[in-house]
């Protein structure tokens, strides 16, 4: 999973435009700071839970987009299971919510495992979009699934006493459970980066999806490989789900909104980049939450009313517009990647 960095060429090539551009972010920031430095700072740690939620979701569709060719719909699917098994975790069960943290991933880990025999493993090396078309109908009968075991009323898990209380920060008093998901998103990032990088199970993923038939000459078992790679992607979503609906709820619609946010973010980042994956999110996360304060706040100075526009479920996708004008293959995107 090797990554295009961005090179003093690519740097050079930059219009002066777009580092005008940089200047006035930076500017604005800067004065939305001074305004409100409250809203601002609970805004953009907001964001940053919220790219690093982005950021667990993508990581498993980018490992099973980067290293396995499946353009893989069905992740939201994964992420919204995720979080249901985690109701029935706490609330059926009765178990806490450390339990579901570890249980609810496990199990969706599983399902992904047994449509990856069933369906998936058939489908390596074809047309990205038998994948897509593929994953779409396992997209649509597992949220079936849930609305018809679940409901489609919108249901919520209590977190653990620890997790309810508030941190002051000086300026502002952030709910601990926040802290908490960027600290454990952090760890998870990690943990998955070195498990590609630097054992010898992640390195010969990589060299089956380079060449495969050479990888299992040398006596290197590729389909259990690539079975255990796709349990890892979807636990992945799943411990995403659990971790976003432990403070927002769960709703029916969760699933389909954050699989169009992940495609988003992978080409952000640039498919095949890992490390794409994590500063897209991250990027992306921050500037949904922070750009609707810093408009506020540059309507309060410049006293003009309509420059306040709520547009947070907008910016996403102005964020990869903007990015797909300057590097069409996105931040960290390998060229002919998929072609």
């Known amino acids: 999973m090797s990554t295009t960095e961005l090179t003093r060429e690519d740097l050079a090539t930059v219009s002066p435009a777009w580092w005008a551009a940089a200047v006035l972010t930076i500017v604005l920031l800067a004065v939305t700071f001074a305004v409100e430095p409250g809203l601002f700072i609970d805004q953009a740690i907001g964001g940053l839970v919220y790219g690093m939620v982005l950021v667990l979701v993508t990581l498993g569709l980018s490992l099973i987009l980067g290293l396995m060719g499946i353009v893989n719909f069905a992740h939201g699917a994964f992420f919204m299971l995720g979080a249901y098994l985690s109701y029935s975790v706490v609330v059926t069960l009765g178990l806490p919510f450390w339990a579901a943290l570890i249980l609810a991933p496990l199990i969706v880990g599983v399902v992904g495992v047994v449509l990856e025999i069933t369906v998936l493993r058939y489908l390596y090396g074809s047309d990205p979009i038998v994948s897509l078309l593929a994953t779409f109908g396992l997209t649509m009968m597992i949220e079936e699934v849930i609305r018809a075991y679940w409901g489609t009323a919108?249901?919520?898990?209590?977190?653990?006493?620890?997790?309810?209380?508030?941190?002051?920060?000086?300026?502002?008093?952030?709910?601990?459970?926040?802290?908490?998901?960027?600290?454990?998103?952090?760890?998870?990032?990690?943990?998955?980066?070195?498990?590609?990088?630097?054992?010898?199970?992640?390195?010969?993923?990589?060299?089956?999806?380079?060449?495969?038939?050479?990888?299992?000459?040398?006596?290197?078992?590729?389909?259990?490989?690539?079975?255990?790679?796709?349990?890892?992607?979807?636990?992945?979503?799943?411990?995403?789900?659990?971790?976003?609906?432990?403070?927002?709820?769960?709703?029916?619609?969760?699933?389909?909104?954050?699989?169009?946010?992940?495609?988003?973010?992978?080409?952000?980042?640039?498919?095949?980049?890992?490390?794409?994956?994590?500063?897209?999110?991250?990027?992306?996360?921050?500037?949904?939450?922070?750009?609707?304060?810093?408009?506020?706040?540059?309507?309060?100075?410049?006293?003009?009313?309509?420059?306040?526009?709520?547009?947070?479920?907008?910016?996403?996708?102005?964020?990869?517009?903007?990015i797909l004008l300057y590097r069409p293959r996105g931040l960290f995107g390998e060229e002919g990647f998929l072609e």
Do not use: C, H, K
Request: charged fraction near 10%; proline fraction near 4%; charge should be negative.
């Open 154 to 322: 919108p249901l919520e898990i209590s977190r653990p006493a620890v997790l309810t209380r508030g941190t002051d920060l000086g300026v502002t008093t952030v709910p601990t459970y926040r802290l908490f998901l960027v600290g454990v998103a952090v760890v998870t990032i990690v943990a998955v980066y070195l498990l590609i990088s630097r054992t010898d199970f992640g390195l010969t993923v990589r060299a089956g999806v380079q060449d495969g038939e050479m990888t299992e000459f040398v006596g290197v078992n590729l389909p259990v490989r690539f079975t255990a790679m796709f349990f890892l992607g979807a636990a992945l979503a799943g411990f995403a789900g659990v971790l976003y609906s432990a403070e927002t709820g769960m709703r029916t619609t969760m699933g389909e909104t954050f699989v169009i946010l992940a495609f988003v973010v992978v080409v952000v980042g640039g498919i095949g980049s890992l490390f794409g994956s994590v500063v897209s999110g991250i990027l992306i996360g921050v500037s949904a939450y922070l750009t609707p304060v810093v408009l506020t706040a540059l309507a309060e100075v410049t006293n003009q009313p309509w420059l306040a526009l709520q547009i947070r479920d907008l910016v996403p996708y102005l964020v990869m517009i903007l």
